[in-house]
């Protein structure tokens, strides 16, 4: 069965530093990974996608996911927060053979204080 | 293309009344998801469907829940009779999951709203 772990119900940045939002998947055969952000009142947006092919993946507002097989996970990272980027933040997981159909894990709250 | 569209965004209902949402999903978009969200239960996919046929309805909480996607450009949440632990927001999702770079993004509708009293 497929699953998205998402270890922290929140993470607290400060504007400027590096931000991580952790995610471990369990999936059978080729993992299809995403992340997803959510604003308040307002529907989930897609930020990146790994399918194949370079492990780093780059997506908007200048997120960032590396994905490590071994791991089995697949950690969004910014290399300098904004207080804009405080969010909900979702990871979802699918494979290829999969009809389209998500798992998403169960989110985490990131916090930017100025 | 304006995204997925819902309707309505926000509805206030007394319990033992028949909700229905609606939404149109992106045009060309060949499979459709149904998703609610509460602060205790997180996000949770309902039902969702590829070409009109329902795959996997086995979220659907219980027989007071019904789904439909009649043609391609629209589908009906409906609960009958309401109850108050049915408030939630509820989203719509669309994908092409065989759609090239695309392939299974979901694109997400603003919600609806639904407070049952």
């Known amino acids: 069965a497929q699953s998205v772990a998402q270890p922290e119900d929140q993470v607290n940045v400060a504007e400027g530093n590096p931000l991580t939002v952790k995610c471990t998947y369990s999936?059978?055969?080729?993992?299809?990974l995403f992340w997803y952000v959510q604003y308040p009142n307002r529907g989930l947006q897609f930020l990146l996608k790994?399918?194949?092919?370079?492990?780093l993946v780059k997506g908007s507002y200048g997120f960032e996911a590396e994905f490590n097989k071994s791991q089995t996970s697949f950690h969004l990272k910014k290399p300098s927060a904004l207080v804009s980027d405080s969010a909900l933040y979702f990871c979802a997981v699918t494979h290829g053979g999969s009809q389209g159909n998500l798992i998403f894990g169960k989110g985490t709250k990131l916090s930017v204080k100025p | 293309d304006a995204g997925v569209i819902q309707s309505p965004r926000h509805e206030v209902t007394e319990m033992g009344q028949e909700v229905t949402l609606r939404c149109k999903p992106i045009s060309g978009h060949n499979s459709l998801f149904w998703y609610r969200q509460t602060m205790m239960r997180g996000l949770e996919l309902l039902i969702y469907?590829?070409?009109?046929?329902?795959?996997?309805d086995s979220g659907m909480p219980e027989d007071r829940f019904s789904a439909k996607m009649p043609n391609a450009s629209f589908s009906t949440l409906k609960i009958q009779p309401s109850e108050p632990r049915d408030s939630a927001v509820y989203f719509c999702?669309?994908?092409?999951?065989?759609?090239?770079?695309?392939?299974?993004?979901?694109?997400f509708g603003a919600g609806t709203r639904l407070s049952v009293l």
């Open positions: 999702a669309s994908s092409f999951p065989s759609g090239g770079a695309a392939k299974n993004i979901q694109y």
């Open positions: 999936v059978s055969g080729n993992p299809y």
């Open positions: 469907f590829n070409n009109n046929v329902p795959i996997d």
């Open positions: 790994y399918i194949t092919g370079d492990n």
